[in-house]
């Protein structure tokens, strides 16, 4: 079985329409697995909602998604994110936010815990050291973790010894899923910050046991230009260009 992995499509319709072009292009996927923040910072949030529904994938609520919905306090958001999240809620259909409001913070599945951020916090908390991987391992119930929320790839295993190792985690080589226990993000699809502008998005094949990132590049010109028209904060575009 393939399974497709995505993390933080935040209503980029340009990147998140290049990721899924190249999963078909690679053969295309069995299972499509969201792990939340469809929505939030880009200029398509209903055209991304609709066009993830299509996949059919199973997907949770990121901070972003539950923000939209009245789920969190718009408090405890930046400024620019805030605004963006106003701007969404304007845009989206009645049909969108039912569909926001139905996913769920936490989804055990096929050996692997899906959540946004981490076990022990899944819709808060950035999972980006080996410490916060260790604390999080015993939060665990399944031998594998999915993670979004930090936007970039990142691999943490835990030896048998109990101790948490991070593996250089890109699209150079696929890290093999062995008895040991791994917490995993596949970066982001919408708004990439670890300094590659590229998309970012996994693959995991079961059947190899082996999941592999992929980056693609996309328009993101045409992005900014969206962000621009739509009056929501310059930040968000520039970040694009510079994957920060
Ligand atoms: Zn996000």
Same mark, same amino acid.
């Given at each position: 079985m393939r399974y497709a992995?995505?993390?933080?499509?935040?209503?980029?319709?340009e990147a998140f329409s290049a990721v899924l072009q190249d999963i078909k292009s690679a053969g295309?996927?069995?299972?499509?697995?969201?792990?939340?923040?469809v929505v939030g910072y880009g200029p398509d949030p209903s055209s991304c909602i609709k066009l993830l529904r299509e996949?059919?994938? *199973?997907? %949770?609520?990121? @901070?972003?998604?539950?923000?939209?919905i009245g789920k969190l306090s718009l408090k405890d958001f930046n400024p620019d994110a805030a605004e963006a999240i106003k701007w969404t809620v304007q845009q989206i259909t009645e049909d969108d936010k039912k569909y926001l409001e139905s996913l769920p913070r936490v989804i055990e599945k096929d050996?692997?815990?899906l959540l946004h951020g981490s076990p022990r916090?899944?819709?808060?908390?950035?999972?980006i050291s080996i410490g916060s991987a260790m604390a999080n391992f015993n939060y665990l119930r399944t031998q594998y973790c999915l993670v979004g929320h930090?936007?970039?790839?990142?691999?943490?295993h835990q030896?048998?010894?109990?101790?948490? *190792?991070? %593996?250089?985690? @890109?699209?150079?080589?696929?890290?093999?899923?062995?008895?040991?226990?791994?917490?995993?993000?596949?970066?982001?699809?919408?708004?990439?910050?670890?300094g590659d502008p590229r998309a970012s998005y996994a693959i995991y094949d079961s059947q190899a046991g082996i999941i592999k990132i992929h980056r693609v590049s996309y328009d993101y010109k045409e992005t900014q230009v969206k962000i621009m028209k739509a009056n929501l904060p310059l930040k968000l575009s520039i970040r694009l260009a510079n994957g920060v």
């Amino acid at each position: 079985m393939r399974y497709a992995v995505i993390a933080d499509i935040h209503a980029n319709l340009e990147a998140f329409s290049a990721v899924l072009q190249d999963i078909k292009s690679a053969g295309g996927v069995d299972r499509f697995w969201c792990l939340g923040d469809v929505v939030g910072y880009g200029p398509d949030p209903s055209s991304c909602i609709k066009l993830l529904r299509e996949q059919k994938p *199973v997907c %949770i609520a990121g @901070n972003h998604d539950l923000a939209v919905i009245g789920k969190l306090s718009l408090k405890d958001f930046n400024p620019d994110a805030a605004e963006a999240i106003k701007w969404t809620v304007q845009q989206i259909t009645e049909d969108d936010k039912k569909y926001l409001e139905s996913l769920p913070r936490v989804i055990e599945k096929d050996g692997f815990t899906l959540l946004h951020g981490s076990p022990r916090e899944p819709v808060w908390e950035y999972l980006i050291s080996i410490g916060s991987a260790m604390a999080n391992f015993n939060y665990l119930r399944t031998q594998y973790c999915l993670v979004g929320h930090s936007h970039k790839p990142l691999f943490f295993h835990q030896q048998m010894d109990g101790n948490v *190792v991070s %593996i250089p985690f @890109n699209e150079t080589i696929g890290q093999v899923l062995s008895r040991e226990r791994c917490i995993i993000n596949p970066g982001g699809v919408g708004q990439p910050r670890d300094g590659d502008p590229r998309a970012s998005y996994a693959i995991y094949d079961s059947q190899a046991g082996i999941i592999k990132i992929h980056r693609v590049s996309y328009d993101y010109k045409e992005t900014q230009v969206k962000i621009m028209k739509a009056n929501l904060p310059l930040k968000l575009s520039i970040r694009l260009a510079n994957g920060v």
